[in-house]
């Protein structure tokens, strides 16, 4: 069954760390487009990653630039969000999705959701 989870996180301070994981079974998670985004309470929800395997990059927000890295795990079917330098403004409800259009820019992010995963950073 198609399905993705969103695990790891938390509480942590501000300047510390976490690492969240985006699970994938179901389809061939290592040919879709893979986001990450977050929304806090009140606030609009934001995409902050892309990673495509077929363009072979990720693009990162740049309220998390310099601070969060995705990475995939071998075989491909585990995306991970490292994230450092943890602030305040970084709590949100975290969530990653899935798209069949292989590229970023072509990603449209409607039907793989998974389930999101809380993050709250202290001061």
């Known amino acids: 069954e198609v399905q993705l989870q969103a695990s790891g996180g938390g509480l942590a301070q501000a300047g510390g760390s976490l690492r969240l994981s985006c699970t994938a079974s179901g389809f061939n998670f290592a040919e879709y487009a893979v986001a990450w985004f977050r929304q806090a309470p009140g606030k609009e929800r934001e995409k902050i990653l892309c990673s495509s395997t077929t363009d072979g990059l990720t693009i990162y927000a740049d309220s998390v630039k310099g601070r969060f890295t995705a990475f995939r795990a071998w075989p491909k079917t585990i995306l991970y969000l490292q994230m450092d330098s943890l602030k305040p403004e970084d709590s949100a409800v975290y969530y990653c999705?899935?798209?069949?259009?292989?590229?970023?820019?072509?990603?449209?992010?409607?039907?793989?959701w998974g389930q999101g995963t809380q993050v709250t950073v202290s001061s």
């Open positions: 999705a899935a798209s069949s259009y292989g590229t970023c820019t072509a990603a449209l992010f409607t039907d793989l």
